[in-house]
């Protein structure tokens, strides 16, 4: 998702949609150059936690991210993991490039339907998913297009993708080529070796 907020930029970017108003003084920029993105004026904690509770799942690094919560959910799910982890009702504010990155670090294949990943494989998805996460706030996000942290820096974190637009490269784990599929709709990319095509089921 492209977009970003920014803390008091020196110069106002173009594309903001929004100014944000502090009370100390200072000011944030929502800047939106595709228009994805939505704003939503909560009354008080009470209203912002009601909100959050209806549409988001559980985040990773919280307690409540945990393998017994991924299991539980995917209990029974025809849908390809990848849809899975990118669905922010069941876990909120994992992204298109940290899916494929995760994906990768669990070797598990985007394809495999949500409900025939092993407990051990969604221990391993749910560490990854955490993993590819620090991994990003670390670089401050991947700057593609346009994204920038809310200081105004742009991000790194596209100089270390192991998988995520690197069709035709070298695996850096195995040095099978990366290939790129569509999954949920989404861009996605995969080493079939370190992940394995999910084999079909007959009939």
């Given at each position: 998702?492209?977009?970003?907020?920014l803390?008091?930029?020196?110069?106002?970017?173009?594309?903001?949609?929004?100014?944000?108003?502090?009370?100390?003084?200072?000011?944030?920029?929502y800047?939106?150059?595709?228009?994805f993105?939505?704003?939503h004026l909560?009354?008080?904690?009470?209203?912002?936690d009601?909100y959050?509770?209806?549409?988001?799942?559980?985040?990773?690094?919280?307690?409540?991210?945990?393998v017994?919560?991924?299991?539980?959910?995917?209990?029974?799910?025809?849908?390809?993991?990848?849809a899975?982890?990118?669905?922010?009702?069941?876990i909120?504010?994992?992204?298109n490039?940290?899916?494929?990155?995760a994906?990768h670090?669990?070797?598990?294949?985007?394809?495999?339907?949500?409900?025939?990943?092993s407990?051990?494989?969604?221990a391993?998805?749910?560490?990854?998913?955490?993993?590819?996460?620090?991994?990003?706030?670390?670089?401050?996000?991947?700057t593609?297009d346009?994204f920038?942290?809310?200081?105004g820096?742009?991000?790194?974190f596209?100089?270390r993708?192991?998988?995520h637009?690197?069709?035709?490269?070298?695996?850096?784990?195995?040095?099978?080529v990366v290939?790129?599929?569509?999954?949920?709709g989404?861009?996605?990319?995969?080493?079939e070796h370190?992940?394995?095509r999910?084999r079909?089921?007959?009939?």
């Amino acid at each position: 998702m492209t977009g970003a907020l920014l803390y008091d930029p020196v110069v106002a970017p173009v594309h903001v949609r929004a100014w944000i108003d502090l009370d100390d003084g200072h000011r944030v920029a929502y800047v939106d150059p595709r228009r994805f993105g939505t704003a939503h004026l909560l009354h008080g904690t009470p209203s912002r936690d009601a909100y959050l509770d209806q549409r988001l799942g559980a985040e990773p690094m919280t307690p409540e991210f945990t393998v017994d919560y991924l299991r539980t959910l995917a209990r029974g799910v025809r849908a390809p993991i990848k849809a899975f982890v990118l669905d922010q009702r069941r876990i909120a504010g994992v992204g298109n490039i940290y899916a494929d990155e995760a994906l990768h670090r669990a070797r598990i294949h985007p394809l495999r339907p949500a409900g025939r990943i092993s407990t051990a494989q969604l221990a391993a998805l749910r560490d990854a998913i955490e993993d590819a996460l620090r991994a990003g706030i670390e670089a401050k996000g991947a700057t593609i297009d346009d994204f920038r942290h809310v200081d105004g820096a742009a991000g790194s974190f596209q100089d270390r993708f192991l998988v995520h637009r690197r069709e035709g490269e070298p695996c850096p784990t195995c040095a099978t080529v990366v290939k790129k599929l569509v999954v949920a709709g989404r861009g996605t990319y995969v080493c079939e070796h370190c992940q394995p095509r999910p084999r079909r089921r007959r009939l």
